[in-house]
């Protein structure tokens, strides 16, 4: 089984359910940049409560084991960030689900403005990030990590994408969430990244 043969499981467990969700991360540049290799898949998901145990057992009838309690404390969880590891038993790969919570305005809009992209097989029609939100997304864990794939994962992104992003919005936001400085130092290490890659 591939990763996208993986993705795809996951996000049959989700429409098996009806739950909104949409595609993040590395795997999300198939539609807007240049992918890249990964065990992992990352999904934000706005999980009902009513829907919980059935998500868990969607899950484990795909060979992922979540229990019900899991979800529901992940859900409930006041702060931090953490995301519900899905781990294929049989493979070893892993998805990340981020739950939407109450007052996570940014998610909530982000959820509100995916695009279904037809992906071609495995995965087919999903939906993805807006690329500025998958951008914005990417700001944001290059300043908690300071890891360069995210530099050339947004590199790749204002090449392929660049006529389709909306700019003031990812402004509005950038400046929301504090990350107008990293985006400044992120665009200009992308731009150095592009011009050595020019060569």
């Not at 934000?44 to 899991?70: C, F, N, T, W, Y």
Request: zero cysteines; aromatic letters at 8%; proline letters at 5%.
């Amino acid at each position: 089984m591939s990763i996208l043969e993986f993705a795809r499981l996951v996000i049959d467990a989700l429409e098996a359910v009806d739950i909104d969700y949409m595609l993040g991360g590395s795997l999300a540049l198939i539609a807007w940049g240049e992918p890249r290799s990964t065990m992992d898949v990352d999904i934000v998901i706005s999980l009902p409560g009513d829907r919980i145990s059935k998500l868990s057992a969607e899950l484990k009838q795909r060979q992922m084991l979540v229990p019900p309690e899991i979800l529901l404390d992940l859900l409930v969880q006041p702060e931090g960030d953490l995301p519900v590891n899905a781990i294929h038993l049989d493979t070893g790969y892993k998805a990340e689900l981020f739950l939407l919570r109450v007052g996570d305005t940014f998610r909530q809009s982000a959820l509100s403005r995916r695009r279904l992209i037809d992906i071609g097989e495995p995965l087919g029609e999903i939906f993805v990030h807006a690329p500025e939100d998958l951008i914005l997304n990417k700001v944001h864990y290059y300043a908690l990590s300071r890891q360069p794939k995210h530099i050339r994962d947004i590199a790749s992104i204002l090449v392929v994408a660049r006529d389709q992003i909306d700019w003031a919005y990812f402004t509005k936001w950038a400046r929301q969430l504090d990350l107008l400085a990293v985006w400044l130092e992120v665009k200009h290490k992308a731009d150095e990244y592009l011009n050595q890659n020019k060569r």
